[in-house]
């Protein structure tokens, strides 16, 4: 059995193949075009979609593996493969794998994630649509894909069960890996999926890099500008890998936290977001702002100046542009429930020695983290876990103070996760 390589195999680019008139076959041997970044799909999940879905469309083998690590006693069968189009509406999922045997239907979906995270209710609606498929719950599983193994929290808060089970683009790739003589052999016609297949397994086996915590925050701001080649990782990777860990070091949830690029005119600062429990609730439905559509969070930017800046937002979820939020059928409540909170986090000042009270737009409060681009992450994390502490109680009385001024819900969308 053929192991994934450790490291991606060299490339050479795609100008030097274009020098080649007469290529060799060894010649041919010898180079590994990357599909992905000829077509600049590297960050496209749909492409990833597409052709995993004809990967296993046409290795039977390598499909029994992957609906077995969803449901391990699944048989061995013809298994109807299916991606998602881009114009389709409605809860269906990125990839869905069915089959039938002597009357009874198995069904499992993959909900790839590259860029995004999980959505509220949407690995439960996944799962819903393959159940109702199956009927029987036990022939039924999802797969969350992911570069780094994160799990579908959200699916397990929502139900209380662990039916989507946790799967990394790098574990796919030894699996399509295995079995890539499934899909042709190399250099000849009709061996396309094969070398495209091949390129996805390279770029999938890169290993993430690792956080150093003695790095300084210009450092990692350097990494963005150095283009990571022939790897699935995003630029950001090393700030989601920093919100992740300081997550951890706070007590909130790694999926309240999450990396970020701050656009401001023209010029574009990496950064964190990151939410307290129930700070963030559901989705806006239609056009109507209503108190459970908040999102409250910390923001920190790592410009280069005053780098690990950290500013409170009270905003909409999803986030909705100054226009976006002046068509807003009730604009002037959304208004007036931002300025409530602004008010009662102010009035706590004094117990906010740390922050500034601030009122631009949707900014509540910030805080100087009082470091240099020379400091290093390992400092940043102690300063952000001061401040934090300080102003998340002040944010969960103002938002229950004013859940008590409308009389309504208190984050429906939050409650119900």
């Known amino acids: ?62 499909c029994d593996e992957v609906v077995r690590h969803a449901l391990p006693n699944a048989p061995s069968l013809a298994w109807d493969v299916k991606c998602r189009s881009k114009n389709t509406e409605g809860k269906v999922p990125d990839v869905t794998i069915t089959g039938e045997s002597n009357g009874e239907k198995w069904g499992v979906f993959i ?42 929290h959200r699916h397990v808060q929502e139900t209380g069960e662990t039916r989507v089970m946790s799967l990394t683009h790098r574990e796919l790739a030894a699996i399509l890996h295995k079995h890539l003589d499934d899909l042709g052999e190399p250099l000849q016609a009709g061996s396309t999926l094969r070398n495209a297949v091949a390129s996805y397994v390279d770029r999938a086996s890169v290993p993430p890099p690792v956080l150093d915590l003695k790095c300084t925050l210009s450092s990692l701001r350097d990494s963005l500008r ?126 906010l020695p740390l922050w500034r009270m601030k009122n631009t737009y949707l900014q509540v409060a910030s805080a100087d983290s009082s470091l240099t681009n020379s400091s290093t992450i390992e400092e940043f994390i102690r300063a952000f876990a001061d401040r934090f502490s300080e102003i998340s109680p002040v944010v969960d009385v103002a938002r229950k103070q004013l859940a008590k001024s409308y009389r309504g819900p208190l984050f429906r969308g939050a409650s119900e996760r």
């Open 1 to 62: 059995m053929r192991s994934v390589p450790e490291e991606a195999p060299l490339y050479v680019t795609v100008s030097a193949s274009y020098r080649l008139k007469r290529p060799t076959i060894e010649m041919c041997n010898s180079l590994r075009v990357d599909i992905f970044e000829i077509l600049s799909v590297e960050r496209r999940e749909d492409s990833y979609n597409s052709l995993i879905t004809y990967a296993l469309m046409n290795s039977q083998a390598a």
């Open 111 to 152: 909900e790839n994630k590259i860029d995004a995270t999980e959505a509220i209710g949407q690995t439960r609606g996944y799962f819903d649509v393959i159940r109702s498929y199956v009927i029987e719950k036990d022939r039924a599983g999802g797969i969350f894909l992911t570069l780094d193994g994160a799990t579908a």
């Open 226 to 351: 150095v283009k990571s080649r022939h790897a699935m990782h995003p630029g950001l990777v090393q700030y989601a890998a920093l919100a992740k860990l300081l997550a951890s070091k706070v007590g909130v949830p790694e999926q309240n936290a999450c990396s970020v690029l701050a656009q401001n005119q023209g010029s574009a600062t990496p950064g964190l977001q990151l939410r307290a429990d129930k700070w963030r609730g559901k989705n806006i439905d239609g056009n109507f702002w209503d108190l459970a559509n908040l999102d409250i969070h910390l923001e920190v930017l790592f410009g280069e100046s005053k780098p690990g800046s950290i500013h409170l937002h009270f905003e909409t979820c999803p986030y909705l542009t100054k226009r976006e939020l002046a068509n807003l059928t009730n604009f002037d409540q959304f208004r007036a429930a931002q300025g409530e909170f602004r008010a009662i986090v102010h009035a706590a000042a004094l117990k």
